[in-house]
């Protein structure tokens, strides 16, 4: 073979290995290529694999945390709603049933233990009041047994703690007692005495005959804090209505020593005395409305026999002696007809004298 031969077989095997590597080569740099995006992919791909582990991780801790909540409020609210609660108010200790405690429904302690409402807790566990731990004891009592509760052994400073202490916690006690008031009056020879009608109330009406005058005295004393209602149905000449101490008065009973309260012709009766036309008093008319409340508290003075009027939308009052301390109801009416209806007042009516 010629030399020329020789070198062009040699240029053309030089030329294929040249082609071989450059495809060899291509075909590395593709697969390079592939490999790279394959590696890029599953790097992504593994990224996005931790993420979503995390991602489910989180929301796993998530809903374990508010389960572990959700455990704490149920545990808290089984133990609010427990039967026995053991309270410290003001440092006295108390255990009572938490029926007792709510059984004055839109009370304020039937809102703290009715599972509403938290309740701070002292070192052992019991459920705190700032409140007066002394008096607390006969909030108890009332909520015990509602309907026999009585201010009956209390002092007139233990009945106006008591008084505050229902206010703070919204309790209907001195409502209740208001709308009980013994409204049981003294046989009179001059006056017939009924509940026709309504056995709340009691209605007097002078007996026909000569012009006198009927004395009506309440049998029991009232409470501290009591509040009633009269109404004058009928006024044919004279009414008189207020209180007294003296259970065995005279007919002419307003001129009393311990008398006080309000009669026709502007009279206003304290201590048996006629003070007439007292802060504008001007006397009772037929129809006539008002409620009483006396206003006895150991921490004001004087005790004070107060009265709103309806036709006049005023509230009277008179200073009542030092020397009583026992009241009872006590009306007076002159000259037939005249009648005369006494009752406990409604919740609404009670605001308008407190």
Same mark, same amino acid.
């Given at each position: 073979?010629?030399? #020329?031969?020789?070198?062009? @077989?040699?240029?053309?095997?030089?030329?294929?290995?040249?082609?071989?590597?450059?495809?060899?080569?291509?075909?590395?740099?593709?697969?390079?290529?592939?490999?790279?995006?394959?590696?890029?992919?599953?790097?992504?791909?593994?990224?996005?694999?931790?993420?979503?582990?995390?991602?489910?991780?989180?929301?796993?801790?998530?809903?374990?945390?508010?389960?572990?909540?959700? +455990?704490?409020?149920?545990?808290?609210?089984?133990?609010?709603?427990?039967?026995?609660?053991?309270?410290?108010?003001?440092?006295?200790?108390?255990?009572?049933?938490?029926? %007792?405690?709510?059984?004055?429904?839109?009370?304020?302690?039937?809102?703290?233990?009715?599972?509403?409402?938290?309740?701070?807790?002292?070192?052992?566990?019991?459920?705190?009041?700032?409140?007066?731990?002394?008096?607390?004891?006969?909030? =108890? @009592?009332?909520?015990?047994?509602?309907?026999?509760?009585?201010?009956?052994?209390?002092?007139?400073?233990?009945?106006?703690?008591?008084?505050?202490?229902?206010?703070?916690?919204?309790?209907?006690?001195?409502?209740?007692?208001? #709308? +009980? =008031?013994?409204?049981?009056?003294?046989?009179?020879?001059?006056?017939?005495?009924?509940?026709?009608?309504?056995?709340?109330?009691?209605?007097?009406?002078?007996?026909?005959?000569?012009?006198?005058?009927?004395?009506?005295?309440?049998?029991?004393?009232?409470?501290?804090?009591?509040?009633?209602?009269?109404?004058?149905?009928?006024?044919?000449?004279?009414?008189?209505? $207020?209180?007294?101490?003296?259970?065995?008065?005279?007919?002419?009973?307003?001129?009393?020593?311990?008398?006080? $309260?309000?009669? #026709?012709?502007?009279?206003?009766?304290?201590? $048996?005395?006629?003070?007439?036309?007292?802060?504008?008093?001007?006397?009772?008319? %037929?129809?006539?409305?008002?409620?009483?409340?006396?206003?006895?508290?150991?921490?004001?003075?004087?005790?004070? =026999?107060?009265?709103?009027?309806?036709? %006049?939308?005023?509230?009277?009052?008179?200073?009542?002696?030092?020397?009583?301390?026992?009241?009872?109801?006590?009306?007076?009416?002159? %000259?037939?007809?005249?009648?005369?209806?006494?009752?406990?007042? #409604?919740?609404?009516?009670?605001?308008?004298?407190?």
């Amino acid at each position: 073979m010629e030399v #020329s031969q020789l070198a062009s @077989a040699f240029d053309a095997c030089r030329t294929a290995i040249e082609a071989e590597e450059a495809r060899i080569k291509s075909e590395k740099k593709v697969a390079r290529a592939e490999i790279e995006e394959a590696r890029s992919r599953f790097v992504q791909e593994q990224s996005e694999a931790l993420a979503k582990v995390k991602d489910e991780r989180g929301q796993l801790e998530r809903e374990k945390s508010a389960f572990e909540e959700e +455990k704490e409020r149920v545990r808290d609210v089984n133990e609010r709603l427990s039967s026995i609660v053991k309270l410290n108010v003001g440092g006295s200790f108390f255990d009572t049933s938490r029926t %007792t405690l709510t059984s004055q429904k839109d009370s304020m302690l039937d809102a703290m233990f009715s599972g509403r409402h938290n309740v701070d807790k002292d070192d052992t566990g019991r459920y705190f009041l700032d409140r007066d731990g002394r008096t607390f004891e006969y909030v =108890l @009592a009332y909520l015990r047994s509602p309907h026999t509760f009585t201010l009956e052994g209390l002092s007139a400073r233990e009945v106006v703690s008591l008084r505050a202490e229902c206010e703070y916690f919204q309790l209907p006690l001195f409502q209740l007692l208001s #709308s +009980k =008031l013994d409204l049981d009056l003294l046989p009179s020879t001059s006056a017939t005495i009924s509940r026709a009608g309504n056995p709340e109330t009691v209605s007097v009406s002078t007996i026909s005959g000569p012009a006198s005058h009927a004395a009506i005295v309440g049998r029991a004393n009232l409470p501290a804090g009591a509040v009633w209602k009269v109404t004058m149905q009928v006024v044919t000449h004279w009414v008189y209505a $207020g209180i007294i101490s003296n259970h065995q008065p005279i007919c002419l009973s307003y001129t009393d020593p311990s008398s006080c $309260g309000w009669a #026709s012709a502007s009279q206003c009766i304290v201590g $048996g005395t006629n003070s007439s036309g007292k802060d504008g008093w001007i006397g009772w008319q %037929t129809g006539d409305e008002a409620i009483f409340k006396l206003d006895i508290d150991s921490q004001k003075s004087p005790a004070q =026999l107060r009265m709103w009027h309806k036709r %006049t939308n005023r509230i009277y009052a008179l200073d009542l002696p030092t020397s009583q301390t026992s009241w009872r109801l006590h009306l007076n009416l002159h %000259t037939h007809p005249s009648v005369v209806v006494v009752g406990p007042p #409604s919740q609404d009516e009670v605001k308008l004298i407190t």
